[in-house]
């Protein structure tokens, strides 16, 4: 399948260049003019395609270098952008900064080349002038890359004809400017933004973001340059069932547990299973008649009260993958399997105790390496990974080794023939034969019906 698939990649200084209040104004303003819209980030993170989704009302999909290669980042995209529509990518930190800090591998700026996607540097001037230029400069020229033009960020209406010919100096057009909108600001917490489903007005301040965008962006000029990307073409061979009927797998989501990968989810559909959605904070016990779980990454540990309070909850999800019902528990899911959470009782699955602390622990992209057979390898199989958590467990796991890029190691998860429970995060399409063996042992487990 080939796709003309127009498609931007909204790219930063850095962290905190204001990237997803660009995107996700820029999002809404096209939107709003009727555009057929898909979003995308680049990278592991879970947040911002939140927001993406919050805009678009259909899933944001992650577009991740380290995960999978070249031809399937393209794939992705040519499957995804709608017929007819454009892609808008939303970058990662600095627009080289890839794995380790060291290398541009898995940057906004190789997702770019790697999809000939035209890049345009959101740059917030702080306590600059003539410095701007400079820094824009640095930029353009310091690699190969992409990049077609500049947004600047936070800069107002009146300040933006000064910014804007000392950003050209350095060669690039400005296609306009996005000034502060405080009524529409979103706040940070400990692993980035607040999650989109917990701002009520969150939908006013979108459009506030977008009334911002339509006055003060060249809409007109990203879309023109969105379609100047060549096409591109899916060649991958779809993934197909592993069970002769459906298999039905509980996903743990809400406030609580929301850190998912869509393409996940696609990529369980395709082998053949069928998602229900439960919530642990509110629902009394697992949805009826399942041969499955996925509970995953969140924030447990702001709703560990409520968790705690829901006895029946806590009591069915242990007896359940107690039983021998084949589950998969990362990050926020594997905290909720454990005996307690800084002194809040958990489904006690795993005997420790986990808490969270004031830093990072042990983060970033890893490499999983089995150390024996499990529900959803064989001993010496691998999987790319990523870790990002504040908390730590009494009982981490001895199942897998992880390894991250620059060859600092661990032993993490605990692994049997019907679970996986660690921190890492899995991706399934950097590995689909972990979600093959996963959905095929469902499907030795389903229920009769």
């Given at each position: ?218 809409l007109d000029g990203l879309t023109a340059l969105a379609h100047t990307a060549p096409p591109l073409a899916d060649g991958r061979a779809p993934l197909s069932p592993v ?87 990362e990050c926020g899911g594997f905290l909720y399997l454990h005996r307690t959470l800084d002194g809040a009782e958990m489904a006690g699955v795993i005997d420790a105790e ?96």
């Amino acid at each position: 399948m080939t796709n003309h698939a127009p498609r931007l990649l909204i790219a930063g200084t850095g962290s905190g260049c204001g990237k997803t209040t660009v995107t996700s104004a820029l999002l809404r303003a096209l939107q709003r003019r009727g555009e057929r819209l898909a979003a995308f980030k680049c990278g592991p993170d879970y947040i911002d395609p939140m927001f993406h989704t919050a805009v678009l009302g259909i899933p944001s999909r992650n577009l991740d270098l380290f995960f999978v290669d070249e031809t399937e980042v393209r794939g992705q995209l040519a499957r995804h952008v709608p017929a007819g529509g454009l892609g808008i990518i939303e970058g990662v930190m600095g627009f080289y900064d890839g794995v380790s800090g060291t290398s541009d591998t898995a940057s906004a700026a190789h997702l770019a080349r790697a999809t000939d996607t035209p890049a345009v540097l959101v740059v917030r001037p702080r306590g600059q002038s003539l410095s701007l230029a400079a820094e824009i400069g640095g930029f353009r020229d310091f690699a190969p890359n992409t990049l077609r033009g500049v947004i600047l960020n936070g800069v107002s209406k009146a300040m933006y004809p000064f910014y804007k010919a000392i950003a050209e100096q350095a060669g690039l057009p400005v296609f306009g400017c996005l000034p502060l909108v405080p009524e529409a600001e979103i706040p940070n917490r400990h692993l980035g933004l607040v999650t989109a489903q917990e701002i009520r007005d969150l939908q006013t301040k979108l459009d506030l973001l977008a009334d911002a965008a339509e006055e003060t962006l060249d809409l007109d000029g990203l879309t023109a340059l969105a379609h100047t990307a060549p096409p591109l073409a899916d060649g991958r061979a779809p993934l197909s069932p592993v069970t002769d009927r459906p298999v039905r797998i509980a996903v743990a989501r809400d406030e609580a547990f929301c850190f998912y990968y869509a393409d996940n989810f696609d990529v369980l559909r395709a082998l053949g299973a069928e998602l229900i959605e439960f919530s642990p904070v509110k629902d009394e016990k697992l949805p009826e008649n399942i041969d499955g779980l996925y509970l995953g990454g969140g924030y447990p540990e702001l709703y560990a009260e409520k968790l705690a309070a829901n006895r029946t909850m806590r009591e069915s999800v242990r007896n359940a993958v107690l039983g021998g019902l084949p589950a998969i528990a990362e990050c926020g899911g594997f905290l909720y399997l454990h005996r307690t959470l800084d002194g809040a009782e958990m489904a006690g699955v795993i005997d420790a105790e986990a808490h969270m602390t004031g830093k990072l622990q042990p983060f970033g992209y890893v490499t999983l390496t089995a150390g024996r057979d499990n529900l959803l390898c064989r001993a010496g199989d691998s999987i790319r990974a990523h870790e990002f958590h504040y908390a730590q467990s009494g009982a981490d796991g001895s199942a897998f080794r992880a390894q991250k890029p620059n060859g600092r190691a661990w032993d993490c998860v605990h692994a049997s023939e019907t679970l996986y429970a660690g921190f890492p995060h899995l991706y399934f399409r950097a590995n689909p034969v972990f979600a093959q063996n996963f959905v095929r042992a469902c499907a030795r487990r389903r229920c009769p019906r």
